[in-house]
């Protein structure tokens, strides 16, 4: 089992940054993929970016390559912890950002979400 709690969400202003954390506890290992997707009003959710438990492998989904950045604090024994720099923020970022693992076995956990509000 893996428990994954979000945080850091809120409202910005176009252009301006917000970092999402993940604190993820439970059975995690090196081979674990955890990331995030977003979920937009009205919208199927989407993937966003995704990273190696063990801190390789980073993929970003073309809508924020450049502008988001993943990563993670595998450090301590009982929770990593994956964060999401989220810089040069659009109104079309809006959404639900939710945390997720997958292991090789394709066994998902997911997170409530955390809301990010981009105004105009």
């Known amino acids: 089992q893996v428990q994954l709690v979000e945080s850091g969400g809120g ?5 301006g940054s917000l970092k999402l954390s993940c604190a993820a506890t439970g059975s ?5 993929t955890l990331g995030w997707y977003r979920q937009a009003p009205g919208q199927q959710r989407e993937w966003v970016a995704s990273v190696f438990s063990g801190g390789s492998s980073i993929n970003y989904a073309e809508a924020v390559n450049g502008r988001f950045t993943i990563s993670i604090d595998n450090t301590k024994n009982t929770v990593n912890t994956v964060y999401l720099q989220m810089n ?3 109104p079309e970022d809006t959404a639900v950002y939710y945390c997720y693992s997958e292991d090789p076995w394709r066994t998902e956990y997911w997170g409530r979400g955390t809301l990010v509000t981009v105004s105009s």
């Open 11 to 15: 409202l910005v202003q176009a252009g």
């Open 28 to 32: 995690i290992s090196s081979s674990d």
């Open 88 to 90: 040069s923020l659009k």
